[in-house]
């Protein structure tokens, strides 16, 4: 399938942006990373940059941060033109990257007075802990930051993106690695960032993440944003798409039979499983069950989930988000 072009008029937003970026460019020699982005977030908004690695997410809120310079294209945060004065929104955003390395050897409460310092902000013990006490971390105070687990050390970095008590916060792939429990727990805080009306520009790759925090999200592949809305509008411009799962008892239907079935679009078998995409799941679903019936089978196990954002992603590229 051909990628389709971003829907331009979906990528404006109503109110007044807190971020405004147009035809943002950045190469590394022969690789174009980012490639013509345009992106608009709105003040208080939680929004998500989806894409599968490489896509240039991580380059694009880069350069919105001020922490990479741009090849082309012109990006304002805060009323700040970043490209030409990236010192003067340092105040005003909080930044955990990707990768941080943090200071190993100290408490986690000396690592974060530390940062507080270095912004020339409150560092009081009571700041400080009223931090730890917001990422969960309050029993973790005087333990070596080494010793802390990964989604301890991903709370700990979110903490020091908010020493600063910033407007604007940029978390890259703040849940990459972390187990189920943990990754919830940082959608909670994400949660409570929004809560307080601050601006969360967020990337990531998982799907389910995008659509559970995102008040909109910008599907990016190839350096390129592909569409930029609502996850359920997203979702929803793909119509009552719908897979069906059925593991079925009885005479071998073939791939070919299911396949011309009314309503079915594909059919293929996984792991001895019929999977069947639709764009009308009761029609597809009637079709299937008369189907095996007739052949003298029975249907055993059934089940019909709807379109995810990772369809949304399959439509305009062709291809999966899951590695
Ligand atoms: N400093 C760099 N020097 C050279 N190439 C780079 C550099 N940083 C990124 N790239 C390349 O630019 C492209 C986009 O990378 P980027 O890290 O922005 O993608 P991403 O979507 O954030 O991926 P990931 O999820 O893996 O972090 C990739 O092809 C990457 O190899």
């Known amino acids: 399938m051909q990628p389709v072009a971003a829907r331009q008029s979906e990528t404006e937003p109503t109110a007044q942006p807190i971020i405004r970026v147009r035809g943002l460019v950045k190469r590394y020699g022969a690789v174009t990373a980012v490639d013509g982005v345009d992106l608009a977030v709105n003040p208080g908004e939680v929004f998500g940059i989806l894409g599968p690695n490489g896509a240039g997410k991580t380059t694009t809120i880069e350069m919105i941060e001020g922490l990479r310079p741009p090849d082309g294209g012109s990006i304002e945060v805060a009323g700040v033109d970043v490209v030409h004065h990236p010192e003067r929104i340092k105040h005003r955003i909080g930044v955990q990257l990707q990768k941080t390395a943090l200071f190993e050897e100290l408490t986690v409460r000396e690592l974060l007075g530390l940062f507080a310092t270095l912004y020339l902000t409150d560092a009081s013990r009571s700041r400080i802990d009223g931090l730890l006490d917001r990422v969960s971390l309050t029993e973790k105070a005087t333990a070596r930051v080494s010793t802390l687990s990964g989604g301890q050390l991903q709370r700990l970095s979110l903490a020091i993106a908010l020493v600063n008590d910033p407007d604007i916060v940029f978390l890259d792939e703040p849940t990459t690695g972390l187990d189920p429990a943990a990754r919830r727990n940082l959608w909670d805080i994400i949660g409570s960032l929004k809560a307080e009306k601050r601006t969360v520009v967020l990337t990531t790759h998982y ?10 999200v910008a599907i990016m592949d190839y ?16 119509g009552p798409a719908a897979t069906i799962w ?7 239907l073939d791939e070919a039979a299911l396949r011309s079935l009314p309503g079915v679009t594909s059919a293929q078998f996984v792991d001895g499983e019929v999977e069947l995409q639709t764009e009308d ?11 095996v019936r007739q052949a003298g089978g029975q249907v ?7 379109a995810t954002l990772e369809d949304v992603f399959l439509h305009y590229t062709g291809r999966r988000l899951r590695e």
Not at 223 to 238: K, S, T
Not at 246 to 252: I, Q
């Open 207 to 216: 799907m389910e993440e995008a659509e559970a925090l995102c008040d909109r």
């Open 223 to 238: 350096g390129r944003v592909l569409a930029c809305d609502a996850p359920r509008r997203l979702i929803a411009q793909l």
């Open 246 to 252: 059925a593991t079925l008892d009885g005479p071998a």
């Open 281 to 291: 799941p009761e029609t597809a679903l009637t079709a299937l069950l008369q189907r």
């Open 300 to 306: 055993e196990r059934l089940t019909v989930t709807s």
